[in-house]
């Protein structure tokens, strides 16, 4: 783990073009997403030390001028002179794009920070970007900054050459500090939260290593000025983490580890009296949302095993049909990191691995691995608990399927859920309909008069959907609502689902401004998590926006959408304005409801993402679940409860 790490180990892919010119190829999206996407890429490679050997600690600090620092004590960035360049490996490295010594495996055995576009993206998209390097007992340093070069803003220019400081210091490492350029981002303020979870997921995941999160931007005295992410038992304190909304069955999560063909698996997982399976999945620590082979892999281990130890224990006689995976899965929490090189993603987003030897190899692992471990006398309860939950859930599965034949629930439910419910659209094209779920009958008409009957369909509800939150299937199943909706798509729901028979392609969630209406996107939100979870992955899932305030004077009419812009159109519109607060969309003419929130020309859509899987799973718990105590502790931190309406019904 000693082996020094020198400038000719860094390779070249291509040089830094046209990053600010087309900053979303490169980040994705200029708004906040694409902001903590160009602290990633400098997080992930202080991370690839750390998860290599190379570091124990890494640390993030937010600064009040803007800026942001990340800083580990790993081996530094090469200072000497790359062979192929003549700069030094630090300018190589902030300047090159796919510039680093992860394209062979000679210096990481795997990485994260390989699959993002480098620190160079960063650099070209920052105002300013500071690199001091920690390394033969002295300081070296590094500036680089925007600059105004015949009329065009250039990114990433060096200040001055790499230079040795003189400052003598007994730490080794890496420290990066940036400001992101206000003229590239829509927003350049960093957040705590979004921040704090990656970190917190990344410690989970690297066993032992230690991250600091400082937010300078905060009162020393205030608990969320500095935190620290530690944790010694790494994906078993994963788990447990996850798992704190629920009551598991057995105490301690079931840990494997093994090696095959160079992929290193490693896994967690503990049954609930939960009834959905939740697989946090990840490949060098970079979340894999959509699976992969190395899921597949697992899942055709688990129920092997599971199997053969059934028959071996005499819950399966000889005439049994093996249980399915979906009996074992059903309550379980696992969180499965594949260590791997040359990894291949698939899918729009890049989070689903696609690697067929990762299947292979996780197979392996786990089938050995969890084998051994019910060998063990004292995990014979363990399996004793899994086989019975299992065994519980096959029958709850055939009782229903006798029943009602619920396959054929899952994938295609009577139509006849529809008839006087759906106002249908007439095109015929799944990829360019859209359907509005909307509340009430009051709002479902106006949206109906609203639509474009081309390619727009309108489904009113007539109440509140069941909360799918720890229920089975049979009793989401039993819910008309929820079957109303599952008919309209026409995707079947859980194992059964399947995007090809998607009847519409936007899904759009439109309720009202107020309680009832949030309480009903979380309802609806929460059943596409737990059941259409590949709905939300692949993009179809939308909240329609519609606006809070109305505001008239004479011939001039504003809508504005949310309350930090009310005061300055107020303003503008000047004295005499009448202002409307709309509080359900039936308060709106149908005109307005087109004008403001379904015209595609004119309206404001958020696409619902799963950036983060296991922490959106541990919201839905929180939230919807019943775990009242973690609830009121989630309302009391995040809640502002100090906001009061400023707005006037009558004029200003």
Request: charged share 30%; hydrophobic share 35%; net charge neutral.
């Amino acid at each position: 783990m000693s082996k020094e790490y020198k400038a000719k180990d860094i390779t070249i892919l291509e040089g830094l073009d046209a990053v600010r010119t087309r900053p979303g190829m490169y980040i994705g999206t200029t708004g906040a997403r694409g902001l903590h996407h160009v602290l990633w890429e400098i997080v992930d490679n202080a991370i690839d030390e750390a998860a290599n050997g190379f570091a124990q600690s890494v640390s993030v600090e937010l600064h009040t001028d803007g800026s942001i620092s990340v800083e580990d004590d790993g081996r530094g960035i090469p200072v000497d002179i790359h062979p192929q360049t003549g700069f030094s490996g630090v300018e190589v490295v902030f300047t090159q794009l796919h510039a680093g010594g992860k394209f062979n495996n000679d210096n990481y055995t795997h990485s994260g920070g390989l699959h993002g576009v480098g620190a160079a993206v960063t650099n070209a998209l920052s105002e300013w970007l500071i690199v001091e390097v920690y390394k033969h007992k002295t300081t070296y340093r590094m500036e680089f900054e925007t600059k105004n070069v015949d009329g065009k803003f250039k990114g990433g220019v060096p200040k001055y050459q790499l230079f040795d400081t003189g400052m003598k210091t007994a730490k080794n490492g890496t420290m990066v500090r940036f400001k992101p350029d206000k003229r590239i981002f829509e927003t350049v303020v960093f957040s705590l939260e979004t921040i704090a979870k990656r970190l917190r997921e990344l410690a989970f995941l690297n066993k032992g290593i230690k991250i600091q999160l400082t937010d300078n931007r905060l009162q020393p005295t205030n608990p969320q000025h500095r935190r620290e992410f530690c944790y010694e038992g790494g994906l078993v304190d994963f788990v447990k983490y996850l798992n704190e909304t629920r009551t598991a069955v057995f105490n301690e999560p079931i840990y494997l580890k093994g090696v095959r063909d160079n992929i290193e698996t490693e896994v967690a997982l503990q049954h609930t009296d939960a009834y959905t399976e939740n697989i946090c999945s990840y490949v060098n620590n970079i979340p894999t949302t959509e699976g992969g082979m190395h899921e597949t892999g697992f899942k055709i281990a688990l129920t092997k095993v599971m199997n053969d130890h059934a028959r071996k224990t005499g819950m399966l006689k000889e005439k049994d049909s093996n249980l399915l995976g979906d009996d074992y899965r059903e309550g379980l929490t696992v969180v499965l990191s594949v260590k791997m090189q040359n990894v291949q993603f698939e899918g729009q987003t890049k989070t689903k691995l696609g690697n067929p030897e990762a299947k292979a190899a996780v197979d392996a692992v786990i089938e050995e691995e969890l084998a051994r471990f019910f060998e063990v006398p004292e995990n014979k309860a363990t399996l004793d608990i899994m086989l019975k939950k299992a065994l519980q859930a096959c029958k709850v599965r055939e009782a229903l399927r006798k029943e009602t034949d619920i396959q054929r629930a899952k994938k295609q439910i009577d139509n006849s859920n529809l008839v006087g419910k759906l106002w249908a659209c007439s095109g015929k094209k799944p990829e360019q309909n859209e359907l509005f779920i909307v509340e009430g009958d009051s709002a479902g008409g106006t949206a109906k008069d609203a639509r474009n009957r081309t390619f727009q369909a309108i489904l009113p509800l007539k109440g509140k959907p069941l909360n799918a939150e720890k229920k089975r299937i049979d009793q989401v199943l039993a819910n008309e609502e929820i079957r109303t909706i599952i008919s309209a798509l026409g995707t079947g729901i859980g194992e059964d689902f399947s995007l090809d028979d998607l009847n519409y392609h936007k899904v759009i969630i439109l309720s009202d401004a107020d309680q009832d209406g949030a309480h009903i996107r979380a309802i609806l939100l929460t059943f596409f998590f737990r059941y259409m979870k590949n709905l939300i992955n692949e993009g179809h899932v939308y909240i329609g926006l519609p606006p809070l305030y109305k505001i008239a004077k004479k011939d001039t009419v504003e809508y504005v959408y949310n309350d930090a812009a009310l005061e300055s159109v107020k303003e503008r519109v000047g004295r005499g304005a009448v202002i409307q607060r709309y509080k359900g969309l039936g308060e709106m003419s149908a005109l307005q409801l087109k004008t403001t929130t379904m015209d595609p020309a004119r309206r404001t859509l958020v696409q619902v993402s799963i950036d983060d899987a296991a922490e959106a799973e541990k919201l839905v718990s929180v939230l919807m679940g019943d775990a009242v105590d973690l609830r009121k502790a989630y309302i009391i931190e995040n809640a502002d409860f100090n906001k009061e309406d400023s707005f006037k019904s009558a004029s200003k």
